[in-house]
C-alpha cells in the first residue's frame, strides 16, 4: 500500500512511518520542518522514504506527481501546543486547520484513495468531563471552586457534602468544547472532514503521548516530557496542587498499532479515543520514571492551583481495546520503552 503521512518528521508521524515501512508500505513523508520546531531535519528520517519538505499551506493543485497513486493518508502534521497557540494564534490556526483545508484539496485528486486517519486530541474535550459521587451517584462538571482551592482542597467534590468524586473516563460521544486556540485548532481539523466522501475518515483522539524521540526540553514539552527530562537529570519535579492529578498517558506505540489496524481491517466507528485508559497520579508517574532512569530523585510537592488546569484527566479505551484487540499499554510498562534510554 502506498500511505503519505503529513508531519512525518515528528515525534508521532516517525514512529508511524517506521510501523509503515515495517508493514511493508511504501511511504511518502510531507513535513514543513517547521522552524519553531527544527533547527535541523531530526538524525531520524529515513533514506528508504520519500520525503516532500513543505508546508500543506502552500500545497496547491496541481498535485505532486507523486502522490497521484496514494492509497491511504495519515494526517499529523499540526503545530503544538496550548502555550505556542496562545503566542502565534494566526499561525497555529492556519497550519493546523488551513493546512488540514488544503490537503483535502489534494485528497479529491487522488483516485485510488482508501482510508484517511486524522490525528485528533483530547484537547477538543475542554473540561468536558464528568464526576460521579460514591455514596450518592450524584453526577458532577469538572469545574472547582476557587474558595476550596484557596484552601488547599483540589479535589472534584460534591458542593453539599464535600464528598470526593471520581472522574469518569471521557468517551469519544462527548461533545467537544475545546478551552484555547491549539484545541480549537484541532476541533477545526476534525470539522473539516465533515463533508469529505471521497474515502473513510478515522479519527484518532490522542491523550498526551511519550515514546522515545519526545521533546523533553522544547517550548511545547507535556508534563509526562518535563517530567522525564527532570528526573533523567537528578531534578526533583515540582508538583502543583497535593501530586495526586490524575492523568492517561498513550504510549506512541499503540498509536502505531492503531494505525496498522484502520489501514488493515478498517474501523467501525468515526473517532476512537487513543489512551491507556488507567489513571496514573503524577506523583506515581515520578515514582516509575525515577525507577526506570535509575535516579533516586523524590518530587517536590508544591501545592498552588495553575488557572485552567484539569484536576483528572481519563480516557475511555473500549473502543481503541476493540480496534487494538488487546488493552492499550499501561504507562508502567510503556515508560521503560520511551525513556529507559535514559538510564544512568
Ligand atoms: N504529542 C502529543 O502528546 C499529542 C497529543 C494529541 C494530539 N497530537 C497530535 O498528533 C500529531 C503529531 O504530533 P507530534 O507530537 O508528533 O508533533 P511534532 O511537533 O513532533 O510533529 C508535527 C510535525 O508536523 C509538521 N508540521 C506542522 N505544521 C505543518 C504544516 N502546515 N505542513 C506540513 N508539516 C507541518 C512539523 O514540522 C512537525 O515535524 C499532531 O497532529 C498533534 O496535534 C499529539
Partial sequence: MKVLVTGAAGFIGSHVVDGLRAAGCQVIGLDSLDPGTWTRPPSYLRADVDYIFTDLRHCVPPLDPRLRDVEAVIHLAALGGVGRAGLEPGNVLTANAGGTARLIDLLQA?????????AGSFSVYGSNYQYRVPSTGRMLTAARRQADLDAGCFDVMDPDTGEVADILPIGEATPPAPLEGYGASK??????FRAFTAAPVTILRFSSVYGTRLRLDDGEATIIAKLAGWIARGDAPSLYEDGRQIRDWAYVGDIVEAVGAVLERGCRWPIVNVCSGEPTTLLQA?????????????PKVVGGFRFGDMRHCLG???????LLGRAPC???????????????
Avoid: K, N
Avoid at 330 to 344: V, Y
Fill in 286 to 298: 515520578c515514582h516509575t520514571l525515577a525507577g526506570v532512569v535509575g535516579r533516586a530523585v523524590e
Fill in 110 to 118: 487522488m483516485p485510488q484513495l482508501q482510508r484517511v486517519v486524522l
Fill in 330 to 344: 499501561r504507562f508502567e510498562d510503556g515508560a521503560g520503552l520511551a525513556f529507559g534510554e535514559l538510564r544512568r
Fill in 316 to 322: 475511555d479505551r473500549s473502543r481503541l481495546t476493540a
Fill in 187 to 192: 476541533y477545526m481539523q476534525e470539522l473539516c
